[in-house]
Structures are given as structure tokens and as C-alpha cells.
């Protein structure tokens, strides 16, 4: 038996191969990366700035959202960010926005319900279903 063969164990050598492979296509240039949440209590005004110019529906979302995060409403307030990520025409700093808020939003509903908020556990089941 020669050394190659001996101690040749192929899924420690795929998985180091496969990880490898992973990070490289990771680190390609032009890739988009994923929305960063923003804290709770900047939702409203990311929202209010993103949406001063827009269409009236979509500033009509816009000032939805905003109400509903100011109230704490966060089931509505996913809801309304649905709503207004459903829009057509967004600009890119409006779907940054929105989609930062919703990022944020279900982060706070995920912690409500882990808490026991029933409605948010309800609202996150429901988001779930539409995914």
C-alpha cells in the first residue's frame, strides 16, 4: 500500500475542498450583499427620508410604516413594509430602505415571540407561510 492511498480519507478532503470553493465565490467582485438591519428606533426616519419623494401610494405605505413603528405596532408595521416593498418603482435608495426596515422589523417580532407575544409569533407564522 503506498502512502497515497494508505490515509486518503475523501469527505475531510471534499469538505476542505467545498468550504474553499464557498468562500472564493463569496468574494467575487459586483456581488450584491444582503440588507444590514437597522436599529428599531431608525426605521421611521430611514423610512421618512427614503420616501419624501415617491409616488402617492408608495408615500402613503411610507407614512403607514412610519405610524406604525412610532406606535410600536410592529405586525402592522410589517404589513406596510410589505406593502411597500411591493412597489414597482422604488428607487434604489427606497428598496434599501424597505428592505432594511422589514430586516429589522422581523428581528423585533422574532424577539416578541420568543418572549411570548402571541400576536407576533401569529404575524411571523403568517409571513412564513407567504415565503
Known sequence: MNFLTRDFKPLP??????????????????RTTAAKPIPPEQVAPTIETAFKVANPEAKEAANDVVAAMQSQDH????????????????????????ARSLISVLTQLQIAAANGNKTAADILQKYRATK
Open 75 to 98: 405586525p402592522r408595521a410589517l404589513v406596510q413594509l410589505q406593502v411597500l416593498a411591493a412597489h414597482p418603482d422604488l428607487t434604489p435608495e427606497q428598496t434599501t430602505a424597505t
Open 13 to 30: 478532503v471534499f469538505g476542505a475542498a467545498l468550504a474553499v470553493w464557498i468562500v472564493a465565490a463569496g468574494c467575487s467582485p459586483g
